[in-house]
């Protein structure tokens, strides 16, 4: 994949000049991607035994720890990266989702909401925010937040899914029925289309016009909640055999 090619590419640049160090940075990055995690911790912490004025540097030392289950030391490094750059809305954000993976839920709403502060429109930051109001059984409120993003940018097609989801999830099927039809006319093609079709399908126990939908975005992409439903579907119907194959 991209980010095999892209190790072989640091490799040979490293091999070449031994002394650059943004390239152990972006090595560790890469190798991140494809989970070797010991290969990164060792190309960050080569880095960082020489560099300590990085925050992305620390970030990627806190993806690392991450991948450890370590997220004390996530939180440590995150730290550090805001002691050298106090206002990094990257870091805050990280921040926040390691402080919602420890169970520190309102300490990730405090770094999600000075990030909206300083900037109302960071994307990123509304989407950290819908999912801590939905780790707090706020729906509601995280559709809100899926509603911040659409009017930063109205083609945000994840935004207007995930809010669909929302809305099955607290029973409003009408809602979510108004969602698909906006993404049927501005996304047309796309496999969350009838994936969230699929779902809303499943809700009203319209199990074989469910199927249909399913087996739509399956060929469309290899979405594993649309095999996970095409699964129920079939269980629910009986079809034991299909829905095991």
């Given at each position: 994949?991209?980010?095999?090619?892209?190790?072989?590419?640091?490799?040979?640049?490293?091999?070449?000049?031994?002394?650059?160090?943004?390239?152990?940075?972006?090595?560790?990055?890469?190798?991140?991607?494809?989970?070797?995690?010991?290969?990164?911790?060792?190309?960050?912490?080569?880095?960082?035994?020489?560099?300590?004025?990085?925050?992305?540097?620390?970030?990627?030392?806190?993806?690392?720890?991450?991948?450890?289950?370590?997220?004390?030391?996530?939180?440590?490094?995150?730290?550090?990266?805001?002691?050298?750059?106090?206002?990094?809305?990257?870091?805050?954000?990280?921040?926040?989702?390691?402080?919602?993976?420890?169970?520190?839920?309102?300490?990730?709403?405090?770094?999600v909401k000075e990030v909206i502060s300083a900037d109302s429109k960071n994307k990123k930051a509304f989407y950290?925010?819908?999912?801590?109001?939905?780790?707090?059984?706020?729906?509601?409120?995280?559709?809100?937040?899926?509603?911040?993003?659409?009017?930063?940018?109205?083609?945000?097609?994840?935004?207007?899914?995930?809010?669909?989801?929302?809305?099955?999830?607290?029973?409003?099927?009408?809602?979510?029925?108004?969602?698909?039809?906006?993404?049927?006319?501005?996304?047309?093609?796309?496999?969350?289309?009838?994936?969230?079709?699929?779902?809303?399908?499943?809700?009203?126990?319209?199990?074989?016009?469910?199927?249909?939908?399913?087996?739509?975005?399956?060929?469309?992409?290899?979405?594993?909640?649309?095999?996970?439903?095409?699964?129920?579907?079939?269980?629910?119907?009986?079809?034991?055999?299909?829905?095991?194959?």
């Amino acid at each position: 994949g991209k980010y095999d090619s892209a190790e072989k590419e640091l490799l040979k640049a490293l091999k070449l000049n031994p002394s650059f160090q943004e390239a152990h940075v972006a090595l560790a990055k890469a190798y991140i991607y494809t989970r070797k995690i010991d290969e990164a911790s060792k190309e960050i912490n080569t880095y960082l035994a020489r560099t300590t004025s990085n925050p992305e540097a620390y970030e990627v030392a806190a993806a690392v720890s991450a991948g450890k289950k370590d997220l004390l030391a996530a939180e440590e490094y995150l730290h550090k990266a805001l002691e050298v750059s106090p206002g990094r809305a990257a870091s805050k954000i990280f921040l926040a989702e390691i402080y919602l993976s420890s169970g520190k839920k309102s300490e990730a709403e405090n770094q999600v909401k000075e990030v909206i502060s300083a900037d109302s429109k960071n994307k990123k930051a509304f989407y950290m925010y819908a999912k801590i109001k939905q780790s707090q059984g706020r729906m509601e409120e995280s559709i809100d937040m899926y509603r911040k993003i659409l009017e930063i940018d109205p083609k945000d097609v994840t935004a207007e899914f995930e809010m669909g989801l929302a809305y099955i999830d607290v029973k409003k099927i009408d809602k979510a029925r108004e969602v698909l039809d906006n993404m049927d006319k501005k996304h047309k093609g796309r496999p969350e289309v009838p994936y969230l079709r699929g779902l809303i399908l499943f809700n009203e126990r319209k199990l074989d016009e469910a199927i249909g939908s399913l087996q739509e975005t399956v060929k469309k992409a290899g979405i594993p909640g649309a095999y996970y439903y095409l699964g129920l579907c079939n269980l629910d119907k009986g079809n034991y055999e299909q829905a095991t194959s």
